[in-house]
């Protein structure tokens, strides 16, 4: 059973604020753990002007990249690769493509292949206070979906082209959840696909009160740690997100982090319940 326009019936709006300085955005926001919507941060950005599925084709790089195949954190972990240009041009035909599960470029590391569109974005409202940031973009055609789930540091996210719908419900909520073992580096899932949902075995999740709001091209979304967030497409989208660690982080998550996976790598730690491996013809093969 699909849930997700329950949901959005009984959610409230995540906060918005135009103009925030980053006093104020420290102060209010991420020493308070806080969400919160920033209108139009990302309007004047040389990414929210030029990025577009042409731009990226016109760039000189054509190299195979991962693509997720459905929502893999609730459901099985799919994907397949696909040369850069050969899927954009997929998505140019996007609105043709019916099927459910949507293939996904997520967590794409745009500023590793592309090395000169760094300049192209602006988090220093949050990056002035930290002291690691990993940068990806996230490109896809409508009705992608990243499920329930929640990052072990906080989140900058960027809408520069269509829109997205996001949820988010707060760390409070971890009981009401039901959490998953599933291994992906930085994140805790859900056991919860609110698109199909079974009421039977997870009754609790009822009682979670949700916040929501549709992002537009040049919004800029704060997910603080902790936060459980759900992301949905409604149109062919290009998205940059900055997960940043904060000095605290460097000596907490960031170690832990690095050394789960090298136990996951190895194949000591969750070794095929994950989102970076699969089976396929009874041998592990690598997301990546």
Known sequence: MDILSDILKKSEQIPIVRNL?????????????????????????????????????????NKPVPLEVGNIFQNESKFLKKDFKLYLNTLKKSEYNVEKDKTYLSMFNIFDQFPDLKKDTDFSIFTKYTKLNNTYAWIGPSGTISGLHWDSVNNMLAQLKGKKLVLLASPKFQKEMYISKKFDLGSTFSQVDINNFDENLFPKFRDVKFYQYILEPGDVLFIPVGWWHYVKSLDVSISVNNFGYLPKDMLTTNIIEHLLLRLHSRGLYRKNYCTCHTIVNGKRVSKF
């Open 21 to 61: 300085n980053t006093t104020t955005f420290k102060k209010d926001y991420l020493n308070r753990n806080k969400p919160v919507v920033i209108k139009g941060m990302a309007e004047n950005w040389p990414a929210k002007k030029k990025w577009s599925i042409d731009f990226f084709y016109d760039l000189e790089s």
